[in-house]
């Protein structure tokens, strides 16, 4: 009995030994992906940049109207480009981070809150009464930058309409403002109320739910079994 007893040790041991190397590789395979990603979209960063400096310096100039509009067109596309490759980063990243999950979830079985060891784990235990501005919270840095390129995106679409039609829209709004005052009123009301609102759905849309997840595995200390190293997505690839 004590030789079958050590026996179920020795292979519990050896299977969480080969845990912990898929593990390891996973969170290697992660950063990779992720110096890899750093690299090529710094470039986006950096030309976007130089094509707002670009249009800067022609807008100052009256006779460049049509490069200023050039260049704008230019760095519209470019930020699509570029949010094209911060969705694709993030897809890639989820998956990552769900393998990375797994062997975490299954190295951490059976251990209490104090002994569990989580990457993405994190667990904030913050105090309601903390300064909002100074307390953890649960932001995800890609989905931050997709709606900063979002921004971009809109910000180059109306500096090409005012650029083609910057007189008439200044027309019809001194028009309002002098006829009909009680418009122009409503109209700014409508834009902060309506700000307001895509406020707390960009709050929602940019919180990530990993800390929520593993608050959940850590608190019901779910057990998983040791059988297969590989996660379920991957065991009929293998």
């Known amino acids: 009995m004590p030789f079958k007893v050590e026996m179920v040790k020795s292979e519990n041991e050896k299977n969480r030994e080969e845990l ?3 593990y390891e590789k996973a969170i290697e395979g992660r950063n990779a992906f992720y110096n890899h990603y750093v690299k090529y979209v710094n470039l986006y960063a950096i030309f ?24 704008a067109c230019l760095g519209m596309i470019t930020s699509i480009l570029w949010l094209c490759s911060v969705k694709g980063y993030y897809s890639w990243i989820i998956s990552w981070i769900n393998v990375v ?3 975490e979830e299954r190295l951490n079985s059976g251990l209490s809150v104090h002994e569990a060891c989580f990457v993405y784990g994190l667990y904030y235990d913050c105090n309601k009464d903390s300064c909002i501005l100074t307390k953890p919270s649960s932001f995800s840095t890609q989905k931050l930058t997709m709606l900063f390129v979002e921004l971009m995106i809109i910000g180059w679409f109306f500096s090409i309409i005012l650029l ?10 001194q028009f309002l403002f002098v006829f009909y005052p009680v418009v122009v009123y409503l109209i700014i009301f409508c834009v ?21 997840h593993y608050k959940l595995k850590r608190t019901t200390r779910e057990h998983f079994s040791v059988e297969s190293p590989l996660p379920p997505n991957c065991r009929n690839k293998a």
Do not use: H, M, P
């Open 101 to 103: 999950k797994y062997y």
């Open 48 to 71: 976007t940049g130089a094509l707002f400096v670009a249009f800067y310096t022609l807008l100052g100039k009256g006779d460049c109207k049509l490069y200023a509009v050039l260049v």
């Open 20 to 22: 912990w190397k898929f």
């Open 192 to 212: 902060v109320f309506a700000s307001i609102i895509v406020c707390g759905r960009i709050r929602e849309k940019i919180k990530d739910n990993v800390e929520d």
């Open 164 to 173: 083609f039609a910057s007189k008439q829209i200044t027309e019809i709004f």
